[in-house]
């Protein structure tokens, strides 16, 4: 009898604990559930939001990379007093939205555009002047898909860069000029003058105006980017029967051929052929650096010279960044080229012998810089300092060095990156025994 008492009286006791217990499992399930799904929206607030989502390195680093965003409605998540409250329109699990989320999840999106709905979002720009007000008249309405024409100019070769601007122009091109001299308005007396694009920067060169102003996606409405120097003769050159020679030979990088009679020719391969359409090779059989139908590697083949290239626009893209913006001469970038070519070298360069120009070989950058004037002052005498030893002072050799320089700086970088990267293949890299010019 004493037992039953004993165990009778710890009755309560042990309900009270098994309610205690119970209380305890349930607010722990509760605080559970709320943990987790705290944790699950605010992860999906995130992943579903454009705008908060987080900067990484690599949407720095790689501002080209296309991000796949996953657009969610916005009833799907109320956030109310900073407390956020699942709406009771919320299906986790229906197979509608599901199907939603991965079709949006499969969207390309530059990256830094994230934020904005897609309609909105403008790729790319051009060139085209646009008028303050009122309509575009039909002489400025922007004429997309034939090319551009970049030229570094100066003063001093005004009639000859007026010869060019004019045929090109006359072929529904797009003309950027870039002053090296600071001269701008000796220019406004052309009738073109307002049609053409000027920017000026004092003694730089054509590449380092291409790496500032011609970024692949200001230039993506034009199918082909000539970037000229100005000592070039036009004469006997079409510049939309050349375009048309070029698509049908499948050309990527290309240049008009040298007329050999008239020109300053420093490489064989850039002479016109009689008799020929377009080459894509030169032949040497004596002598050191011999090149024959063996060849495979620039100059023999897959090559064109810096004074007159021309890319499509996939190879202006790749050209482009493999521009230094520190080396302003860009020696030693054309005996790379053949990667840019959207494939096999030997084939996509060429040089062009139906349309040919005149190279006059004259003296640019570096010429009349007198120690003891300002530039204004050399430009404004530079044709009485032509015939005049005691004034004219020539940094051409200096600026020749400069170029050597470069080009050695541009070689060991490239040779530092091809072996650093372990993710790049060479493709026309040749075993030692077959290697050749």
Known sequence: MTNSCNCLSHLPDLKSRSCVFSIFVAVSLICGVYFIGGAWFNKDLFRLSPGFRMNTTQQHTDTHKCESILKVPSPQIQVLNDTRVSSPEIKINDTSENTHLEKCNQKCRPVGSEALPNGIISIHANLEMRPLWGPVSEDNKPKYGTGLLAVAVGINQKELVNKIVQKFLENDFVVMLFHYDGYVDKWHDFDWSNRVLH???????????????????????????????????????????????????????????????????????????????????????????????????????????????????????????????????????????????????????????????????????????????????????????????????????????????????????????????????????????????
């Not at 015939?387 to 400069?402: I, L």
């Open 199 to 437: 920017i000026s920067v004092k003694n730089q060169t054509k590449w380092w105006f291409a790496k500032r102003f011609l970024h692949p996606d200001i230039v993506a409405e034009y199918e082909y980017i000539f970037l000229w120097d100005e000592d070039l003769g036009v004469e006997d050159f079409h510049p939309k029967r050349y375009i048309s020679i070029v698509k049908e030979e499948g050309l990527e990088i290309s240049q008009p051929a040298l007329d050999p009679g008239k020109s300053e020719v420093h490489h064989p391969i850039t002479a016109r052929r009689h008799k020929s359409r377009v080459h894509r090779r030169y032949y040497k059989f004596k002598g050191s650096g011999r090149c024959d139908e063996k060849s495979t590697s620039p100059p023999c083949v897959g090559w064109v010279e810096m004074m007159a290239p021309v890319f499509s626009r996939a190879a202006w893209r790749c050209v482009w960044y493999m521009i230094q913006n520190d080396l302003i001469h860009a020696w030693g970038l054309d005996m790379q080229l053949g990667y840019c070519a959207q494939g096999d070298r030997t084939v996509k360069i060429g040089v062009v012998d139906e349309e040919y120009i005149v190279h006059l070989g004259l003296p640019t950058l570096g010429v009349f810089s007198d120690r003891n004037k300002t530039n204004t002052e050399s430009i404004d005498q530079s044709k009485n300092l032509v015939n005049s030893e005691s004034n004219n002072f020539d940094n051409r050799s200096a600026v020749r060095r400069q170029s050597y320089t470069e080009m050695g700086i541009f070689r060991n970088r490239w040779t530092k990156a091809v072996n650093e990267d372990e993710c790049w293949i060479d493709p026309f890299k040749q075993s030692p025994q077959l290697r050749k010019p």
